[in-house]
C-alpha cells in the first residue's frame, strides 16, 4: 500500500495479486502470447508457483507497502464442460472429454484467472462523477479459456469490495469480437496524488465498427477502442479525463497481446517502450495537455521512453521489462522498478537498465523478483497483480480478509505446501482424482477466508 497525503484525507495505491491455483499448467492456450506458446505441454511446477507469487506478495509487504490478494477460481470449471453437452458425474465427464477433446479439458483447467491484471478495469472515486470506486469485469472474449472467467471474478470483487456507498460494481460487456475487453492490462492512470483526480489512458488495438488505418498481421489485436470508450462511460468519467491511444500492431505481432507488456505507469510518471503506439506524439501531447488542465500545480507528465536501438523489440517481450511494477515506495526519493529474474538475465535489458539508473529520470531504484513459473505460462510481476487507488475510509470499507498480514500469509503458505502437486503434466488432466484434490483444496481456502459456499461446486 503506497501512502498519499491529498487535501482531505489519505489515498492509497493497493496491488491486489492473484493467488495462483492447484491447477496450473502449461496448455499453451493464448494465441498471440508467445511465452505461453514456446512453453505449452511442459511440465509445470503449481506448489512452486503459488508460493513464488505469495513470495512476491510479501516483497512488496517488506516495502512497507499492504497488499491485497484475489483467489484462484475452479478448476476444472465442470458447469462450462455441461454447458457443452457431456453430461454425467464429474468424474465421468472429464473421462469423456478428456478422450473426445482434450483441448476443452486443458481450456477449463487453465490457472489464468492468476494474472489478475485482466480481472476488471478500475477507476478511483476522485475521478467518477459518483465518487465512488467503479469495476468492470474484463469479458476476456478473444480466448475461451479466459472468457469463461468474468463471472466468477464480478462474484468475487463484489464479496471484496461489498460497501455500496463506496463502490460500484459493473458486468462484463457484452461477449463480442467488437466488445473485446482485456481489463486494466491495457489501461493506465496519472495523477499526483492517488486521491486526487487523475487523467485514465484506455489503450485498444483496433476499432470495431470503424476502418482500421494499421491492423496486426500475424496476431489478433485483443481490446477494441468501443470496449474502452464503453468502460468509460459506465465508470462515470469526463471527456476530459480519458485519453484513447491505439496500441502499435508491430507490439502485438512482435508478442505484446497486453499494452501491460510494452508500458507501465505510476502516479506521473510513464515508462513505456518508443514503439509502443500509434501516433506516439499525438497521444502524448494529449496527455500532457489534459494532465495539466487537471493538475495545474504540478503538471508536468514524466515520459521514460526505452529506445528500440537500446532494447529491440524482442528482448523487450521475451524479458517483461515493461511487464513490472513501478512503485512509489513509503519515504521514498523516486520510484522502484520490481522486474522479473528474466530482465536481470537479458544482456541487453540489463545493459539498459544499468544506463537508466545513471539518468535523471524518477525511476531511482530496481529489484528483481522469482515469479519464473508465471513468466513461463506469459505473465510476470504486472501481470500478476490488479492496482486499486482507494482513500482511507475506502479501505476501512474493504473485506479485511484479502488484505495479507504476516498470519495470513503464513497460514496461506501453509495451505500450499498441503494441497498442491509438486508437478502436473499435460496427461494429469485426465485424472480425476486432480479434481477432486483441486476442490477439496479450494473447500479449505473458503474457510481461510470466510466466505461459505462460494464456489459452484459447493453448492
Known sequence: ????????????????????????????????????????????????????????????????????????????????????????????????????????????????????????????????????????????????????????????????????????HHNALPMSSQFGDEGAANHNRFTNSYGEQGLQLFVFGRYAFRQNRVATAKFPSRQTYEASLAISRLHQLEESQVVFAQQNPKIIDAGAFHNDVVSVSNLNTFFMHEEAFVDKAAMQAELQQKFAALAPNNPELNFVEVPTDMVSLESAVKSYLFNSQLLQLPNQDGMTLVLPEESRDNVEVFAYLEWLQTQSTPIKDIKFVDVRQSMQNGGGPACLRLRVALTQEELDATNSNFILDDDRVCKLNQWVERNYREEITPDDLADPALAEENFVALDELTQLFELGSFYEFQQ
Not at 1 to 14: D, F, P
Not at 38 to 53: H, T
Not at 88 to 108: F, M, R, T, W, Y
Request: include cysteine; hydrophobic fraction near 35%.
Open 1 to 168: 500500500m503506497t501512502e498519499q497525503n491529498s487535501s482531505k484525507q489519505k489515498s492509497y495505491e493497493v496491488n491486489f495479486d492473484g493467488l495462483i491455483g492447484p491447477s496450473h499448467n502449461y496448455g499453451g492456450l493464448s494465441h498471440g502470447n508467445v511465452a505461453s506458446k514456446s512453453n505449452a505441454l511442459k511440465i509445470s511446477q503449481p506448489r512452486n508457483a503459488a508460493l513464488q507469487g505469495l513470495e512476491k506478495m510479501q516483497t512488496n509487504r517488506s516495502f512497507g507497502l499492504q497488499q491485497g490478494i484475489l483467489l484462484p477460481q475452479q478448476r476444472p470449471h465442470l458447469p462450462t464442460l455441461r454447458k457443452l453437452g457431456f453430461s454425467g458425474s464429474d468424474k465421468s465427464i472429464i473421462l469423456q472429454v478428456s478422450n473426445s477433446a482434450p483441448e476443452l479439458l486443458a481450456s477449463c483447467y487453465s490457472a489464468s484467472s492468476m494474472w489478475t491484471a485482466n480481472a476488471c478495469t478500475v477507476s478511483p472515486s476522485a475521478d467518477s462523477a459518483d465518487n465512488k470506486v467503479h469495476f468492470t469485469a474484463a469479458n476476456l472474449s478473444s480466448m475461451f479459456h479466459r472468457s469463461i472467467e468474468h463471472q466468477f471474478t464480478g462474484k468475487l470483487l463484489r464479496s471484496i469490495f461489498n460497501h455500496e456507498v463506496h463502490f460500484s
